[in-house]
T-cell receptor, first 114, second 115 residues
Framework: DGGITQSPKYLFRKEGQNVTLSCEQN?????MYWYRQDPGQGLRLIYY???????QKGDIAEGYSVSREKKESFPLTVTSAQKNPTAFYLC?????????????FGPGTRLTVT | AQSVTQLGSHVSVSEGALVLLRCNYS??????LFWYVQYPNQGLQLLLK??????LVKGINGFEAEFKKSETSFHLTKPSAHMSDAAEYFC?????????????FGKGTTLSVSS
C-alpha cells in the first residue's frame, strides 16, 4: 500500500537534546512538508521541499532543520534551540509543489520534551 | 494574504441530525479550498477539495461543501450525522506562500455526535 510513514509514534526527550523525526513516503511524490500541530492552533508549516537537495523554510522554521537526500525521505530535526518543542508533528507530501495538488498526511509523531 | 476562519471550535449534534461546519476564507487569488478530518492521534485525511468548476463539491463519507465566492465561504455539510463522524475537522486554503503551495489551516472544529 502506498502512503506516508512516520516513526516513532511517540517520542520522549530531555530538554537540551536534539531529536530527529522520520518521514518516509512511497507515493513517488516530489513535494514533502512538515507541520506542527498544537491544541486549538491548527497546523503550521515548518519546512517544505519540492525536490531532492532543496528545501525552504515555512512559517515557524526557527529551531528546526531538515534534509532531503532521497526523494522518499524528509527527516526533521528538532534542535535544542526550539523553545517549545512539545507538539504533534505531521509530515505530508504532494505530487508536485503547487496550489492545485492536495497534500497527503502521515499518522504523526507526538514529541514530548521534559 | 490568505487566511481561514472556522466559526465554532466545538459543534455538537445528535445522531441523524444535520452537520454544518462553517469555514470562511480570505484570499487575494482564486482559492483552492480543502476540508480534512482528523481522528484522535492520527494524521489528516482529505474529505473533499474545491479547485475550479462546480461549486458544490462532494466528498467521502457523505460530506459535501459549497464554494460561495460572494460570501467567501466553504461550509461543510452532511445531511445525517453518524457516531463515526465524531472527529476534528480542518478547513484549509492553499497558495499562501511564495511558492504558492503552503496550506493555511483554520484552527479546527471538533464535532461531537450523541446518540
Amino acid at each position: 500500500d502506498g502512503g506516508i510513514t512516520q516513526s516513532p509514534k511517540y517520542l520522549f526527550r530531555k530538554e537540551g537534546q536534539n531529536v530527529t523525526l522520520s518521514c518516509e513516503q512511497n507515493l513517488n511524490h516530489d513535494a514533502m512538508y512538515w507541520y506542527r500541530q498544537d491544541p486549538g492552533q491548527g497546523l503550521r508549516l515548518i519546512y517544505y521541499s519540492q525536490i531532492v537537495n532543496d528545501f525552504q523554510k515555512g512559517d515557524i522554521a526557527e529551531g528546526y532543520s531538515v534534509s532531503r537526500e532521497k526523494k522518499e525521505s524528509f527527516p526533521l530535526t528538532v534542535t535544542s534551540a526550539q523553545k517549545n518543542p512539545t507538539a504533534f508533528y505531521l509530515c505530508a507530501s504532494s505530487i508536485q509543489l503547487g496550489q492545485r495538488y492536495e497534500q497527503y498526511f502521515g499518522p504523526g509523531t507526538r514529541l514530548t520534551v521534559t | 494574504a490568505q487566511s481561514v476562519t472556522q466559526l465554532g471550535s466545538h459543534v455538537s449534534v445528535s445522531e441523524g441530525a444535520l452537520v454544518l461546519l462553517r469555514c470562511n476564507y480570505s484570499s487575494s487569488v482564486p482559492p483552492y479550498l480543502f476540508w480534512y478530518v482528523q481522528y484522535p492521534n492520527q494524521g489528516l485525511q482529505l474529505l473533499l477539495k474545491y479547485t475550479t468548476g462546480a461549486t458544490l463539491v462532494k466528498g467521502i463519507n457523505g460530506f459535501e461543501a459549497e464554494f460561495k465566492k460572494s460570501e467567501t465561504s466553504f461550509h461543510l455539510t452532511k445531511p445525517s450525522a453518524h457516531m463515526s463522524d465524531a472527529a476534528e475537522y480542518f478547513c484549509a486554503v492553499s497558495g499562501a506562500n511564495q511558492a504558492g503551495t503552503a496550506l493555511i489551516f483554520g484552527k479546527g472544529t471538533t464535532l461531537s455526535v450523541s446518540s
